[in-house]
């Protein structure tokens, strides 16, 4: 069983649901991010997203286009990546999930990249613009499965019930689903519908359901997690990084996410 199965099946036990936390890697720098994934998981993040830098993130907001860009400008590749992670693997074993856009490792070459993400101890990927319609168009889903990297698909609101039995039944890991329609980004409310929409998806799979795009503050981590088995933040955790430096940053960073992993709790 992989890291993520089993974060899942250990917060069942406990009737807890899932934080899910988003940074960019590479920002500031990579020394910076290999600091701050222990730093997330001892505050209470349960599995850690770590987005892949790239120069036209389309399905991105703008604080996470300009984290990005800070990456970028520091030089930030995945090779580099896959090497900070393999190196943090030495001292912990945080579920870790790459989330971004195929262009990068179509570049990097997919058996390469799946082979060497295995490897460094990446547990799965989410990559926006690669539906399960074409995940396996030059193999690439296929050789994931093979080596035990979970492949992680988006559901949202506009998702009909072709696309819902489609990613359910190739998803693995669990089934991220986006809370409102657009870019990434915080929110002040959580939609309404939301749990009428995910009811959808419950009755379709097993696999855990976790809401992202939007989530800003705990209550709105709550509110979400008890629609589903956890929440994803990211673009109110990545400005931090845009505002502080150093130990503020890791004050603050800690301070959110204990937070937020307190909200996650009352929504048991």
Same mark, same amino acid.
């Given at each position: 069983?992989?890291?993520?199965?089993?974060?899942?099946?250990?917060?069942?036990?406990?009737?807890?649901?899932?934080?899910?936390?988003?940074?960019?890697?590479?920002?500031?720098?990579?020394?910076?991010?290999?600091?701050?994934?222990?730093?997330?998981?001892?505050? =209470?993040? &349960?599995? !850690?997203? *770590?987005?892949? #830098?790239? @120069? %036209?993130?389309?399905?991105?907001?703008?604080?996470?286009?300009?984290?990005?860009?800070?990456?970028?400008?520091?030089?930030?590749?995945?090779?580099?990546?896959?090497?900070?992670?393999?190196?943090?693997?030495?001292?912990?074993?945080?579920?870790?999930?790459?989330?971004?856009?195929?262009?990068?490792?179509?570049?990097?070459?997919?058996?390469?990249?799946?082979?060497?993400?295995?490897?460094?101890?990446?547990?799965?990927?989410?990559?926006?613009?690669?539906?399960?319609?074409?995940?396996?168009?030059?193999?690439?889903?296929?050789?994931?499965?093979?080596? =035990?990297? &979970?492949? !992680?698909? *988006?559901?949202? #609101?506009? @998702? %009909?019930?072709?696309?819902?039995?489609?990613?359910?039944?190739?998803?693995?890991?669990?089934?991220?689903?986006?809370?409102?329609?657009?870019?990434?980004?915080?929110?002040?409310?959580?939609?309404?519908?939301?749990?009428?929409?995910?009811?959808?998806?419950?009755?379709?799979?097993?696999?855990?359901?976790?809401?992202?795009?939007?989530?800003?503050?705990?209550?709105?981590?709550?509110?979400?997690?008890?629609?589903?088995?956890?929440?994803?933040?990211?673009?109110?955790?990545?400005?931090?990084?845009?505002?502080?430096?150093?130990?503020?940053?890791?004050?603050?960073?800690?301070?959110?996410?204990?937070?937020?992993?307190?909200?996650?709790?009352?929504?048991?």
């Amino acid at each position: 069983m992989g890291r993520i199965a089993a974060t899942f099946r250990e917060l069942k036990k406990k009737n807890e649901k899932a934080l899910v936390t988003f940074i960019t890697a590479g920002d500031p720098d990579l020394a910076t991010t290999a600091e701050m994934i222990p730093e997330l998981a001892r505050a =209470g993040a &349960d599995i !850690i997203e *770590l987005g892949l #830098p790239f @120069s %036209d993130p389309m399905a991105d907001g703008p604080t996470i286009q300009l984290s990005s860009e800070r990456a970028l400008a520091s030089k930030t590749t995945l090779p580099g990546i896959l090497e900070m992670v393999r190196s943090l693997r030495q001292s912990s074993q945080v579920p870790i999930v790459l989330m971004g856009y195929y262009n990068p490792i179509l570049s990097y070459g997919l058996e390469r990249f799946v082979t060497d993400a295995v490897s460094a101890g990446i547990d799965g990927v989410i990559l926006v613009d690669l539906p399960p319609e074409e995940a396996d168009a030059e193999g690439f889903y296929t050789l994931a499965r093979e080596k =035990g990297l &979970d492949v !992680i698909f *988006l559901l949202a #609101p506009t @998702s %009909d019930r072709q696309r819902i039995d489609r990613v359910t039944r190739k998803g693995r890991g669990f089934i991220y689903y986006v809370s409102v329609t657009g870019v990434t980004g915080a929110r002040k409310d959580v939609s309404a519908s939301l749990g009428d929409e995910m009811r959808s998806v419950r009755e379709a799979t097993a696999l855990p359901l976790v809401v992202g795009f939007g989530i800003s503050d705990p209550q709105q981590a709550k509110a979400c997690a008890q629609q589903g088995d956890g929440a994803v933040v990211g673009s109110a955790l990545v400005k931090l990084f845009e505002k502080y430096k150093g130990q503020e940053l890791k004050d603050n960073v800690r301070d959110f996410v204990a937070a937020l992993k307190r909200g996650i709790l009352d929504a048991a």
